[in-house]
């Protein structure tokens, strides 16, 4: 109380109406500039946030642009895209998979991807493969599918599992590659190859019949004894063959011969007499009904290392 008397003494009436109204101005002025400061922020805010929803419209924009160029990269690539759930059924096929099938995509999605093997080792083969994929596992394999025309034909089939979509259901992604003219082409190379590899084969053993005829020192016995081991190496089967020889009534022979219905014969001559004979036949446990075990060219080199037999200079002097 005695405070209050002594500001009241202190101050005038007039003093005090302008201490609050200075207080009532300075408040005033206050809350001005804490509003223009708010209005200021929430501006700035507003920008930014302007901003920041031109620049997400923005990305969306190319993120729809990106996933359209995708998707459509997807199904015009050149190879068949499956995406196989763990049942093994195709829950997406891109075009170029439905082309290589020649089915419509509503053939194709809902079916399981072993549905389009040619026989049960093929089926069996096709589960085997899905059965075992892992998360982020990988395998390939060569497979005879059939298409919707009943085509038979060869697929590359790449599997993988990517760990990003093991949530969906088990997914698989499966890229196929009709192989098919590679495997038509490999086939005729393979041939080719065979048939001048066969025709090496038949040059090298000439060659050796010849070094080996040509020794003067050697007798007929040994003569004869090194021809049955050379005259198989000229044959494409020369594992399964084996080699007579009948020289004046002599009889040389390979382990284990005896006479099949797959049996060639060249005669030994010197001069004009008919001193023996060459006989190569084929064991019957290891060539197929198939297969015809001589061909052309190799009765003509059986007939020429016969001949080089006959003119060997100890069976000249033998003979003669």
């Avoid at 507003?46 to 969306?60: C, F, P, V, Y």
């Avoid at 196989?84 to 997406?92: R, T």
């Avoid at 009709?178 to 090298?204: A, C, F, P, W």
Wanted: with cysteine; aromatic share 8%.
């Amino acid at each position: 109380m005695t405070i209050l008397y002594f500001l009241t003494g202190l101050f005038t009436t007039e003093v005090l109406l302008a201490l609050v109204v200075l207080f009532l101005v300075l408040w005033v002025a206050t809350f001005v500039i804490y509003l223009k400061s708010r209005m200021r922020s929430k501006r700035k805010i507003h920008k930014l946030l302007g901003r920041l929803a031109i620049k997400s419209n923005q990305t969306t924009k190319a993120m729809f642009a990106h996933e359209e160029r995708f998707s459509k990269l997807v199904e015009h690539m050149n190879e068949g895209l499956f995406l196989v759930n763990s049942d093994n059924e195709i829950v997406y096929a891109n075009q170029c998979a439905c082309d290589i099938l020649k089915r419509s995509n509503e053939q194709v999605i809902g079916r399981k991807l072993s549905d389009f093997a040619v026989g049960a080792s093929e089926t069996s083969c096709l589960e085997g493969i899905l059965r075992k994929i892992i998360p982020g596992g990988k395998c390939r394999d060569e497979l005879h599918l059939i298409r919707g025309d009943n085509e038979m034909f060869w697929a590359s089939l790449s599997f993988s599992y990517p760990q990003e979509i093991k949530d969906i259901n088990g997914a698989a992604i499966v890229v196929m590659t009709d192989i098919s003219d590679h495997i038509r082409l490999e086939n005729k190379m393979h041939k080719y190859t065979g048939s001048l590899v066969q025709k090496v084969k038949q040059q090298n053993c000439m060659f050796a019949m010849q070094d080996m005829t040509s020794n003067s020192e050697l007798t007929t016995d040994e003569i004869f004894r090194r021809a049955l081991k050379i005259i198989p190496e000229g044959l494409r089967y020369g594992g399964e063959a084996g080699v007579e020889i009948v020289f004046q009534g002599k009889r040389f022979a390979s382990h284990g011969f005896h006479l099949t219905e797959w049996s060639f014969k060249a005669p030994i001559k010197v001069g004009n007499k008919n001193a023996g004979h060459v006989l190569v036949s084929y064991s019957t446990n290891g060539i197929s009904n198939q297969i015809k075990p001589f061909r052309v060219g190799e009765k003509i080199m059986i007939k020429s290392l016969a001949d080089k037999l006959a003119h060997a200079p100890a069976v000249q002097q033998a003979v003669l």
